[in-house]
């Protein structure tokens, strides 16, 4: 028996029933279908009682400087005093492409369930497949791209809401607040949590916490899957532009071949110990390469001049000029190694005077990079963003910083063998509800007496965890270091891509739902908790803070 287990009859018929209708509505990201998905929302919603009688409260808002003109869904029900809970989560899922012949079904959960029944029972082979198989067949798993990541989770927000706007006598406020865009660039939160703290001044408001609806994982018994989760992990998107020297292949040692470089650098930094955020006796998730190209856009016998590796930093306490200095310093010896090796093996081949005997690797970062090229180029901050400006609106940031940067790199007129280390797309804060501070440390005693009481009452046990170590919209909801703000935007030549507004600076958790295989065709929720227990959990947390 799964841990906590909740039998039928005090389930919520309405979040599986809204789950449903969420999910069947695809929103993959950057799609038609995400643009269209706030009807679908404003919908489900405007059938409350409350919407009905108080449609102003009910809106839909365009997110500013949006390549796609998408909307966050605004959904506030009104009480008595000033207290207000914000609940919210993205809606936007990713695609399809991996269900194969089930594509077709993705987004219909009662359709695909007996497709992926007979599929497996035929075709399973990996222990995770007989797992499937199995949870699939116990009737307690609900199949389906986004069901768990993460419509479920949205349904059991608005269950909670609709509680909430179904008391005669309500104290405080509920905000649900459903954004667009976190599987990719976070548009929705990045332009609606920054904003929140000013909004509520002008209606009023005292925001408490925000409680982040986002889908966890767990491969057991569901007591990893069952937790609220205090802070989250951060992300950097450390990038290296590497410069080689370019040759006919047929005078190899004339040159510096830059994948042998890149790969180099790819072999130092994939995993390494000394790169691994390990702060308040808490080994993070190690770094890896997430994209390692060279920028030839075309055949011939040269050797390619230059690569572009991008390497995923998660944090939760390591500021982020002391990831970057790291990475510089772990650059800098890597690429010293790596014109070793060259000297070594063209002298074995009877060459001293090969290109790596006269090369000295140049290793700055992209601030200092830019720095150079001011000195070169006049009025240059102006020729760069026009340079920007000519670029396609829709390159996602890691290519846009590569082109950016290697503008840069011409500019300052410097010489390979080089790398330009920097960060190549957003920066996701690492925050956390800090005991430290006398808020945040009443908000955390809270909630745990809170979960502990209505978990003895639903007979499940709710873990705390201090990091959510999926990169989420937590990001925006908390706190933010301006000097980690500051460092990252210096190194990020995307500017499109700087925090100009800092994160909500709000007491945030997280709390959602729990499953397996989220983004795989085998993505599944499992439906007791989610549907049941789930938005009793966070209805008793929000009215725990609105008292």
Same mark, same amino acid.
């Given at each position: 028996?799964?841990?906590?287990?909740?039998?039928?009859?005090?389930?919520?018929?309405?979040?599986?029933?809204?789950?449903?209708?969420?999910?069947? +509505?695809?929103?993959?990201?950057?799609?038609?279908?995400?643009?269209?998905?706030?009807?679908?929302?404003?919908?489900?919603?405007?059938?409350?009682?409350?919407?009905?009688?108080?449609?102003?409260?009910?809106?839909?808002?365009?997110?500013?400087?949006?390549?796609?003109?998408?909307? =966050?869904?605004?959904?506030?029900?009104?009480?008595?005093?000033?207290?207000?809970?914000?609940?919210?989560?993205?809606?936007?899922?990713?695609?399809?492409?991996?269900?194969?012949?089930?594509?077709?079904?993705?987004?219909?959960?009662?359709?695909?369930?007996?497709?992926?029944?007979?599929?497996?029972?035929?075709?399973?082979?990996?222990?995770?497949?007989?797992?499937?198989?199995?949870?699939?067949?116990?009737?307690?798993?609900?199949?389906?791209?986004?069901?768990?990541?993460?419509?479920?989770?949205?349904?059991?927000?608005?269950?909670?809401?609709?509680?909430?706007?179904?008391?005669?006598?309500?104290?405080?406020?509920?905000?649900?607040?459903?954004?667009?865009?976190?599987?990719?660039?976070?548009?929705?939160?990045?332009?609606? +949590?920054?904003?929140?703290?000013?909004?509520?001044?002008?209606?009023?408001?005292?925001?408490?916490?925000?409680?982040?609806?986002?889908?966890?994982?767990?491969?057991?018994?569901?007591?990893?899957?069952?937790?609220?989760?205090?802070?989250?992990?951060?992300?950097?998107?450390?990038?290296?532009?590497?410069? *080689?020297?370019?040759?006919?292949?047929?005078?190899?040692?004339?040159?510096?071949?830059?994948?042998?470089?890149?790969?180099?650098?790819?072999?130092?930094?994939?995993? =390494?110990?000394?790169?691994?955020?390990?702060?308040?006796?808490?080994?993070?998730?190690?770094?890896?390469?997430?994209?390692?190209?060279?920028?030839?856009?075309?055949?011939?016998?040269?050797?390619?001049?230059?690569?572009?590796?991008?390497?995923?930093?998660?944090?939760?306490?390591?500021?982020?000029?002391?990831?970057?200095?790291? %990475?510089?310093?772990?650059?800098?010896?890597?690429?010293?190694?790596?014109?070793?090796?060259?000297?070594?093996?063209?002298?074995?081949?009877?060459?001293?005077?090969?290109?790596?005997? *006269?090369?000295?690797?140049?290793?700055?970062?992209?601030?200092?990079?830019?720095?150079?090229?001011?000195?070169?180029?006049?009025?240059?901050?102006?020729?760069?963003?026009?340079?920007?400006?000519?670029?396609?609106?829709?390159?996602?940031?890691?290519?846009?910083?590569?082109?950016?940067?290697?503008?840069?790199?011409?500019?300052?007129?410097?010489?390979?063998?080089?790398?330009?280390?920097? %960060? +190549?797309?957003?920066?996701?804060?690492?925050?956390?509800?800090?005991?430290?501070?006398?808020?945040?440390?009443?908000?955390?005693?809270?909630?745990?007496?809170?979960?502990?009481?209505?978990?003895?009452?639903?007979?499940?046990?709710?873990?705390?965890?201090?990091? %959510?170590?999926?990169?989420?919209?937590?990001?925006?909801?908390?706190?933010?270091?301006?000097?980690?703000?500051?460092?990252?935007?210096?190194?990020?030549?995307?500017?499109?891509?700087?925090?100009?507004?800092?994160?909500?600076?709000?007491?945030?958790?997280?709390?959602?739902?729990?499953?397996?295989?989220?983004?795989?065709?085998?993505?599944?929720?499992?439906?007791?908790?989610?549907?049941?227990?789930?938005?009793?959990?966070?209805? +008793?947390?929000?009215?725990?803070?609105?008292?």
């Amino acid at each position: 028996m799964l841990a906590g287990m909740i039998v039928s009859n005090i389930q919520t018929p309405s979040a599986r029933e809204v789950t449903l209708e969420l999910v069947r +509505a695809a929103s993959v990201t950057n799609t038609a279908g995400e643009q269209a998905f706030p009807d679908t929302l404003l919908r489900v919603l405007g059938r409350l009682p409350y919407f009905q009688d108080h449609p102003e409260d009910l809106w839909a808002e365009v997110i500013e400087n949006d390549p796609y003109g998408r909307c =966050n869904v605004y959904a506030l029900v009104r009480g008595g005093s000033p207290a207000t809970v914000v609940l919210t989560g993205h809606y936007d899922v990713v695609s399809v492409s991996n269900y194969g012949p089930h594509a077709d079904v993705a987004f219909d959960p009662e359709a695909l369930l007996p497709r992926l029944i007979e599929d497996l029972r035929v075709n399973a082979r990996s222990e995770a497949e007989h797992r499937a198989l199995k949870d699939l067949e116990s009737g307690d798993f609900l199949p389906g791209r986004g069901v768990l990541d993460m419509k479920s989770g949205l349904a059991a927000g608005i269950a909670a809401l609709a509680e909430f706007a179904g008391q005669t006598e309500r104290s405080g406020n509920v905000l649900f607040l459903a954004v667009a865009d976190e599987e990719v660039s976070s548009h929705g939160a990045r332009w609606a +949590a920054p904003q929140l703290p000013a909004w509520a001044e002008r209606e009023g408001l005292d925001l408490r916490l925000v409680i982040n609806l986002d889908a966890t994982s767990d491969n057991g018994d569901g007591s990893a899957g069952q937790a609220v989760y205090v802070g989250t992990v951060g992300k950097l998107l450390v990038s290296a532009f590497v410069v *080689g020297v370019d040759t006919h292949a047929g005078y190899s040692l004339d040159g510096v071949n830059v994948n042998f470089l890149a790969s180099e650098l790819t072999r130092a930094f994939e995993l =390494n110990p000394d790169l691994t955020d390990r702060s308040a006796g808490i080994t993070g998730t190690p770094p890896t390469l997430l994209r390692q190209q060279d920028l030839k856009t075309y055949y011939d016998v040269t050797t390619p001049a230059r690569a572009w590796l991008c390497v995923n930093a998660p944090t939760h306490g390591m500021d982020a000029g002391a990831v970057l200095e790291r %990475f510089v310093d772990v650059a800098r010896t890597a690429l010293a190694d790596a014109l070793d090796t060259l000297r070594r093996r063209a002298e074995v081949l009877g060459e001293a005077g090969s290109a790596a005997h *006269g090369a000295t690797p140049l290793v700055l970062t992209s601030a200092e990079l830019l720095a150079q090229a001011r000195q070169n180029v006049p009025d240059l901050d102006a020729a760069f963003a026009a340079y920007d400006a000519e670029l396609d609106p829709h390159l996602d940031f890691p290519t846009r910083s590569a082109c950016l940067t290697g503008w840069l790199w011409d500019a300052a007129g410097l010489l390979g063998p080089a790398a330009v280390l920097g %960060f +190549a797309s957003l920066h996701y804060p690492n925050t956390t509800l800090d005991a430290r501070k006398p808020a945040e440390a009443q908000a955390l005693d809270l909630v745990r007496a809170t979960l502990r009481e209505k978990g003895a009452e639903l007979g499940v046990s709710i873990s705390e965890r201090p990091i %959510f170590t999926g990169i989420s919209d937590m990001s925006w909801f908390g706190s933010a270091d301006p000097a980690d703000i500051e460092v990252v935007n210096a190194n990020t030549p995307a500017r499109a891509a700087h925090i100009h507004a800092p994160p909500a600076g709000l007491p945030c958790i997280n709390l959602g739902p729990w499953g397996r295989d989220y983004h795989q065709w085998l993505e599944r929720a499992y439906a007791p908790y989610c549907f049941g227990t789930l938005p009793r959990l966070v209805s +008793a947390l929000t009215e725990a803070f609105l008292r």
